[in-house]
DNA sequence: ATATAAAATTAGATCGGTCTAATTTATTAT
DNA sequence: ATAATAAATTAGACCGATCTAATTTTATAT
């Protein structure tokens, strides 16, 4: 007996289909059991398990030892996980004062609510942000998520400016780096220099004194280009 | 491998745990097998089993056969989820706009949510509410509960007034009832008559004319005498 | 005090989600 | 094409939370 009859997915189940989708965004169509038994920090056999039970539901679509992806149904629970999840990290810094270094691990269980009148209302509350403390577009109630067109600052050439929209690396030790040398979305990023021998980029940033900044810092932040 | 690595207290034991507690403040200090069961929703062996594990982790005291009872351990993560759940609530009525017939149900879920900051920022964001949407009292960040003072306003004799301060009926049909009635929380009510053959009340509500209600909705309602 | 009824526990099973160890299947290199 | 390696699956187990059926313990009634 459940006290959530939560019936269709399991809390397990959407962390799972979370993983899915993102691996299927970014890693091209199908995955591999390995590497979804990394990104969840699981064993491989407990993946394989998962991906029958998951067959079953008709939330992916399974060949043995082919790889998988994700059904529209999968599709469609993935996507309304990640506006709670993004959703509730609106919440928690524009209303309760969070750092946006905090809010992940904290949305990682609140988007498991179950209920849809909930998101709604504080999606409205909210004032229907489009985006995350970190950038991230915010899927709206019907799933559909706006196309980004940011591109990664390293892709830029020196001289160029664009203006820091999100981050790709969400860690936590970046997004406190990025705070300690005033960087905030929104900022206009000038690229004075890349410096040929190691990568370094020198960056100007509007009222700032020009900033060094390494490869991976410049390969983790998202810019429109302007 | 738990995402959320809750390690000390799951879900189901925090349901339990706030059962118990219930029980022993309404039907004194031991609590039943059977009755612990029927507020559940499970079956009695259930209930034995979770016992024992609970005991292992000195939540309860638990003696074979005979009753069981929280710790002071046990009361104290009792107390702390009934005070996630009071503030859910208020947050969900007072800042998303849900009626108060509808909070409980989702705040049995948000009430898990591990994380302490949260529950503190809650806390101050709501403005440090003394009472739920339903007048239930707020326990504070030190586990501390106001005796409430209420009594039933069925121990009120006729020509008496109290004010409302909370219902002992949580249902949703109970709630929905006073809205139909018109009856609020904070309101004064005067007990006009008792009529001596079927214990009716008729009662007196401020700008409003006389309404007259059965034994168990004045069984239903806690009031302050004044 | 003994029989009967009620309450609680034990025994044995299931299910979701995980593990390790063993095996099978697919990929890569020679 | 075959052998070696890597990836995936199967087999068998565990844990938490539940169930039903059988048994034991406690309470109640005569
Ligand atoms: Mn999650
Ligand atoms: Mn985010
Ligand atoms: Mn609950
Ligand atoms: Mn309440």
Redesign the pocket.
């Known amino acids: 007996?459940?006290?959530l009859s939560r019936m269709s997915t399991?809390?397990?189940?959407e962390n799972?289909l979370k993983a899915i989708y993102k691996l299927q965004e970014s890693n091209g169509e199908t995955v591999?059991?390995?590497?979804l038994?990394q990104v969840?920090?699981?064993?491989?056999?407990?993946?394989?398990?998962?991906?029958?039970?998951m067959a079953g539901k008709k939330l992916i679509s399974?060949q043995?030892?082919?790889?998988f992806k994700l059904t529209e149904k999968g599709k469609q629970v993935a996507v309304d996980i990640i506006r709670r999840h993004r959703l509730w990290e609106v919440f928690l810094v524009d209303k309760l004062g969070f750092r946006w270094d905090e809010v992940h691990t904290i949305a990682e269980e609140l988007e498991h609510i179950q209920s849809s009148p909930l998101v709604d209302k504080l999606d409205a509350y909210l004032g229907y942000p489009k985006a995350d403390p970190h950038g991230d577009p915010i899927p709206d109630a019907n799933g559909v998520l706006p196309k980004s067109r940011s591109v990664l600052l390293s892709s830029l050439k020196a001289g160029k400016a664009g203006k820091f929209t999100g981050v790709s690396d969400h860690s936590v030790s970046f997004l406190n780096y990025l705070d300690k040398m005033g960087i905030s979305l929104g900022d206009t990023i000038k690229i004075k220099h890349v410096e040929d021998f190691d990568k370094t980029y020198t960056l100007e940033l509007k009222g700032k004194k020009p900033a060094v900044v390494s490869h991976k810092v410049a390969n983790s932040l998202l810019v429109i280009e302007q």
């Open positions: 007996m459940y006290y399991s809390y397990t189940e799972y591999a059991t390995s590497t038994a969840m920090g699981v064993h491989a056999p407990s993946v394989t398990d998962m991906l029958k039970r399974y043995k030892s082919k790889g």
